[in-house]
């Protein structure tokens, strides 16, 4: 079965940082580009950023640029969002997601695999 599974979340102070994780189990996903969206309550859920399997290469948001990180572990077939200088808005649930073909995107429907999303709470 293939599985992304997310750790990290949690309850945090204004400026805060955290560092979420996106696991894959049950295939190799090196080649795959990951993906980091969020969803707040109420609202759609919407792109943060993506790192590229077979580069590394990385894009991210407008909103997040220089406050967020993605990275990965292709060793531990793990992904990372290092997230920086938290806003009380930034408050939401948070996933990762694969896209098997490899392209990098912010588009939702491109992405066919997703973890079960962790929730990130910004205290004021």
């Known amino acids: 079965q293939v599985q992304l599974v997310q750790s990290g979340g949690g309850l945090v102070q204004a400026g805060g940082s955290l560092r979420l994780s996106c696991a894959a189990s049950?295939?190799?996903?090196?080649?795959?580009?990951v993906g980091w969206f969020r969803q707040a309550p109420g609202k759609e859920r919407s792109f943060l950023a993506v790192?590229?399997?077979?580069?590394?290469?990385?894009y991210n948001s407008d909103s997040v640029k220089g406050r967020f990180t993605i990275s990965r572990d292709n060793a531990k077939n793990t992904w990372y969002l290092q997230i920086n200088s938290l806003k009380p808005e930034e408050t939401a649930d948070y996933y990762c997601?694969?896209?098997?073909?490899?392209?990098?995107?912010?588009?939702?429907?491109?992405?066919?695999?997703w973890g079960q999303g962790t929730q990130v709470t910004v205290s004021s």
């Open positions: 790192i590229s399997g077979s580069t590394g290469s990385t």
């Open positions: 997601a694969a896209d098997s073909s490899g392209k990098t995107t912010n588009r939702r429907s491109a992405y066919d695999y």
């Open positions: 049950g295939r190799a996903f090196s080649s795959s580009a």
